[in-house]
């Protein structure tokens, strides 16, 4: 996963495993959030192709309808669920004007691997942090 501010010349990168996770945690997540929300969730199957802006503004409607009573729950869609990132590094990278960007790398270390304490330093909870060359 990347998260890219060009404008502001900084971007953040996140190596890792995505896992799905339960029905449980994505029912609880799903009632937490506003009534409005779940219902765009309802409309809205994401990244579907849909003919036009008036189709989701016409089932919209008609769910704020149906679920007007709010002591009435929404019920979450199948396909409506989350994802928990669990990263292995974290690398930081900021532009400079003369290309000599600053890119700093937290990750987690690999088993039996040695050490060079002049080019990478042991942070908080185990992670090791390293600075790369642009």
């Known amino acids: 996963m990347a998260i890219a501010t060009f404008a502001l010349q900084y971007k953040v990168r996140i190596e890792g495993?995505?896992?799905?996770?339960?029905q449980e945690e994505?029912?609880?997540?799903?009632?937490?959030r506003p009534r409005e929300s779940q219902l765009g969730a309802i409309v809205s199957q994401q990244s579907t192709v849909i003919s036009s802006?008036?189709?989701?503004?016409k089932k919209l409607a008609a769910l704020?309808?149906?679920?007007?009573?709010?002591s009435i729950p929404i019920p979450k869609p199948?396909?409506?669920?989350g994802y928990l990132i669990v990263p292995d590094s974290?690398?930081?990278?900021?532009?400079?004007?003369n290309r000599l960007?600053?890119?700093?790398?937290?990750?987690?270390?690999?088993?039996?691997?040695v050490l060079d304490p002049e080019l990478?330093?042991?942070?908080?909870?185990?992670?090791?942090l390293e600075r790369l060359a642009p």
């Open 17 to 22: 495993r995505a896992e799905r996770i339960s």
């Open 26 to 32: 994505s029912l609880k997540y799903f009632h937490s």
């Open 53 to 57: 802006r008036e189709v989701l503004d």
């Open 64 to 70: 704020q309808e149906k679920y007007a009573d709010e």
């Open 78 to 81: 199948d396909y409506w669920g």
């Open 90 to 97: 974290f690398e930081f990278w900021q532009g400079q004007t």
């Open 101 to 113: 960007h600053d890119r700093l790398r937290f990750r987690r270390p690999v088993t039996g691997e």
């Open 120 to 128: 990478t330093k042991v942070a908080d909870d185990g992670w090791l």
